[in-house]
């Protein structure tokens, strides 16, 4: 025994009671402890120390949810009604909150510590002020309500005759049944087999194993059911089981089973789970796995295949279809191009973030989408006259959906993530291809009646390969693929699903479009402005106006990228800190247009190889190369190659030959204090963010809240705004403003042009901040700065570079350059201006050497020279 405190708090009125867990109170501490006048509640130690004694412990709110009765009746109907008697009536308690303890004395094994039988989750009308605060704070957390539990080895219990404060209730412990000496006696297994029904009434609901389950596919069109979800559905638990388990009783939906040959106790349910029938075994010793739960289907699988592989699974959909289960397979000829869903025929409230996507109904066709008539019928005999025979079937435009490009014949598709992938076809490719879209027979004599005879025959791999081996096609070129509406080069808009026969474009939008007015109003300019402006890019923490204004002209060039000619600027992601919003920020490139994230490669070898496999098999317009190493310095030959071409080639992996690929691609890093070198500065557009407070992540009160899930609801919103900045410059005239920007000049004037339009100001106004970001520009700047204003223009040996300048020479490393080594340098970078600065090399002629001096432009780049 313990004594209690009269607190509420149902603690030992002891300084530590971990002694009795392994030795019984005395006659003489009872007195010191229940003879005095202050009161104490009394409570039992359970485990082997009272002799091996367990409580079992139904809540108040499981006797009121009738938990109790149902226990008692699956004990009694599996055997387990006179033990289970015995214990209601030995010694029971009933608890101030109603609920019901239940003690019985275990033979044959120890007693286990206190474990949690069932539970369910907990009703709103139950949540503490505690649980509610801990719902709002996460919403997705579990409130759980425990229904059965048992006290064992290293618990206690109140008893009665407790009462008064020793219970929060201030209401008693009351004696119902017995004490202490009509404790009943059971024998381990039969405890077990009770523990297992008080476990079968659990209502915390159980997700099935991937192990156990089927891997999860996609419903069949027209309410069409595959053998296994027919079987989950028409199947009998009865047969499925017949020889292994029998059922002892039915409850509600919950089937109680027993051993087939009638042995005690109950070993699985069925039915319990509200979403879907399945099996939940308890016992070790089945072929299934104990507390696991299986459909129908799966425990079919496991019982006629040993096994709940994919192959397992597969075999047995494979025996149901022959047992009659799921539909009749249709055999699909395909005669025309899937119908694709029309964009809104209200352009009115296409900006409107309430307004949901209607229903679509009608098809849309595209400029150019070809819509196949019947399915062609092809003789391929003769396997010369067959591959003829396919080639003028691309040239009538017979084929859906097959395009060209650099390395042969072509689809496009979306993968899992609902991305586009652009797929080069391989000969087994082509073979399915044509298996689906054209009727390819052999003709062939029938030796008994002397008849010609078609017969169903696929085209030979080799047939396929040999076509595929050509160096042209008769298809049309599939130049790239746009997720979002595009300004075609002639200015007009391209917004149909769908192949574009004049740009070589496929349309695959990331978000469901929508259809804008056919003229740009002022008003709808406006509320593109303010969605864009002052919703969604509002609350970035930008450096200065130039940021924010560079990250809207990198959203909007995927909407002009078929405009204009030329590659793009790398554009730099980078904050002072994490959480600062670069995630954000590309993660509305993501909603809008889909991207393709990459890890930064550790090499320029592997950078090479995953440009090419972005260029060559994703679709996405944006690139991501995510989470640069803190302050790593981006200087790469590879990535300055990338940028300055239009035109990208390189060795596929796996094969020989070599492809080329329009870089058209928006190309992203993010990371944190990213600085440039070598030829990257020039190549690149600064987007900083600095919130300049500790735990950036932690701010709140953003104008759209949480972005992402703003995103989620409105990207089709916020595209549609997008394109109406577009489209309202491109009614304008396409106004240009002339910048100089390299290779990348007639990008940045339009839009420079675009966003002076629109009163955007900041574009390409941090250039001397973004020289700042240059290592070795600024390296080099500054010690030509400081070489000039030493020597003037005086022509010097490296040698007297070094020991006139040592603290402001460049370095390789921590040490100072060689003299060579420093020739070396001045050589690859003569003629070249590091700010106004730059260095010229000087031969004397009498002594045999080169000489270096600095030359300074005049007036800073505006036109004069001075030497």
């Known amino acids: 025994m313990l004594p209690i405190k009269a607190d509420g708090t149902k603690a030992p009125a002891v300084r530590s009671w971990t002694p009795y867990k392994v030795q019984r109170s005395t006659p003489a501490e009872h007195d010191q402890w229940f003879g005095g006048e202050r009161p104490v509640g009394t409570a039992v130690v359970y485990g082997a120390v009272s002799g091996n004694v367990e409580m079992i412990e139904f809540e108040g709110h499981a006797i009121r949810d009738g938990v109790l009765d149902e226990v008692t009746e699956i004990a009694g109907a599996s055997g387990l009604g006179e033990e289970w008697q015995a214990i ?69 219990g109140l008893v009665e005759p407790s009462s008064g404060t020793v219970h929060a209730t201030g209401k008693p412990y009351v004696r119902l049944a017995g004490g202490p000496a009509s404790i009943p006696t059971l024998d381990a297994e039969a405890l077990e087999a009770i523990h297992d029904i008080c476990r079968m009434v659990d209502a915390l609901p159980k997700q099935e194993s991937p192990k156990t389950a089927p891997r999860e596919m996609p419903p069949l ?12 559905q028409r199947g009998d638990w009865e047969q499925i089981l017949k020889g292994i388990f029998q059922p002892l009783i039915t409850r509600g ?16 349910t069925t039915g319990h789970a509200s979403d879907k029938d399945r099996l939940y075994v308890f016992t070790t010793s089945s072929d299934f ?159 008994l009646t002397e008849q010609l005879e078609e017969e169903r025959e696929l085209l030979m791999p080799k047939s396929c390969s040999t076509i595929l081996g050509r160096k042209d096609w008769p298809l049309p070129v599939l130049r790239g693929v746009v997720t979002s509406p595009v300004i075609r080069p002639d200015g007009t808009l391209l917004d149909d699903l769908g192949y574009d026969r004049a740009t070589g474009l496929f349309m695959e939008p990331r978000v469901p479009l929508r259809r804008l007015a056919p003229q740009v109003t002022q008003e709808s300019v406006d509320r593109a402005k303010t969605i864009v402006l002052d919703q969604v890019l509002k609350d970035f923490p930008w450096v200065a106006a130039s940021d924010r204004a560079h990250f809207l002209g990198a959203l909007l060039t995927p909407i002009l990228r078929p405009y204009f000619h030329g590659p793009t600027p790398l554009f730099m992601l980078t ?63 590879v990535l300055s190659a990338l940028l300055t071409s239009e035109v990208w080639g390189d060795r ?54 949480d972005l ?17 900045l577009v489209r309202a410059w491109v009614a304008a005239g396409t106004p240009q403003v002339r910048v100089r920007k390299g290779d990348y000049s007639e990008w940045a004037s339009l839009m420079a042009g675009l966003l002076a339009f629109h009163g955007i100001d900041g574009w390409m106004a ?73 260095v010229v090399m000087v031969v004397d002629s009498h002594k045999k050497q080169n000489l270096w001096r600095v030359e300074v432009h005049a007036d800073r780049g505006t036109g004069g020279h001075e030497s």
């Open 289 to 447: 796995l104990p507390e696991t739960p299986y459909s129908k289907f799966a425990a079919y699988t496991l019982l006629t295949q040993g096994d709940t592989t994919s192959s397992a699974f597969k075999r047995a959909a494979a025996d149901l279809r022959s047992q009659g289960f799921g539909s009749a397979p249709t055999r699909r000829r395909l005669s025309a191009v899937p119908q694709q869903p029309r964009h809104f025929s209200d352009g009115s409230s296409a900006l409107d973030p309430d307004h949901a996507p209607d229903a679509q109904e009608e098809p849309g066709t595209g400029p150019d989408l070809r819509i196949v008539r019947d399915r062609p019928e092809l003789d391929i005999t003769n396997e010369a006259d067959g591959i003829d025979g396919v080639l003028q079937l691309m040239a009538d435009g017979r084929l859906p959906d097959l395009y060209k490009r650099s390395g042969g014949p072509c689809w496009v598709y979306r993968d899992d993530n609902d991305d586009p992938v652009v797929r080069q076809l391989g000969a087994d490719n082509l073979r399915a291809y044509l298996a689906d879209h054209v009727t390819t027979y052999t003709v062939k004599r029938n030796p």
């Open 88 to 156: 209601l009536n030995g010694w029971a308690s009933e608890s101030p909150s109603g609920g019901r303890h239940y003690r019985v004395r275990v033979d044959g094994a120890p007693v286990r510590g206190n474990t949690k039988l069932a539970s369910r989750l907990a009703r709103e009308d139950e949540y503490t002020d505690e649980e509610r605060q801990r719902l709002r704070e996460k919403p997705t957390a579990r409130i759980v309500r425990v229904q059965i539990e048992t006290r064992g080895e290293g618990g206690y």
């Open 253 to 268: 939906s919950t089937t109680y089973w027993g051993w087939a040959d009638g042995a005690r106790g109950v070993k699985a």
């Open 575 to 637: 904050a002072t800190a994490a959480g600062s919003g670069k995630s954000l920020l590309k993660d509305i490139f993501r909603h809008c247009y889909g991207i393709a994230d990459t890890a930064w490669p550790e090499n320029d070898t592997e950078l090479r190889k995953s440009i090419t496999t972005q260029l060559y098999g994703t679709g996405q317009p944006v690139v991501v190369l995510d989470n640069l190493p803190n302050g790593y310095i981006v200087k790469s030959p």
């Open 652 to 705: 596929v992996l796996g094969a020989t030959s070599k492809v080329t690929m329009p870089n058209d691609r928006l190309w992203i890093v993010t990371g944190n204090a990213l600085r440039t070198g070598g030829d990257n500065g020039r190549r690149v557009m600064w987007v900083r963010l600095d919130p300049d407070c500790p735990d950036p992540d932690q701010r709140d009160n953003f104008t759209v809240g």
């Open 221 to 232: 069109p027209d309410g069409d059911l595959r053998p296994g979800e027919d079987f989950d």
């Open 766 to 838: 941090d250039r001397h901040e973004a020289r700042d970001q240059d290592d070795e520009l600024q390296e080099w700047a500054l010690f030509l700065e400081m070489w000039r204003e030493t020597y003037g223009g005086e022509p010097l040996t490296t040698g007297a570079i070094i020991k006139g300048l040592p603290n402001h020479v460049p370095r390789k490393g921590d040490e100072p350059p060689s003299a060579n080594q420093l020739g070396i340098w001045l050589k690859a970078r003569a003629g070249r201006y590091f700010g106004t600065h730059k």
């Open 708 to 724: 992402r899930p703003w995103l989620r609801s409105n990207a089709s919103t916020l595209v549609a705004a997008l394109v109406t």
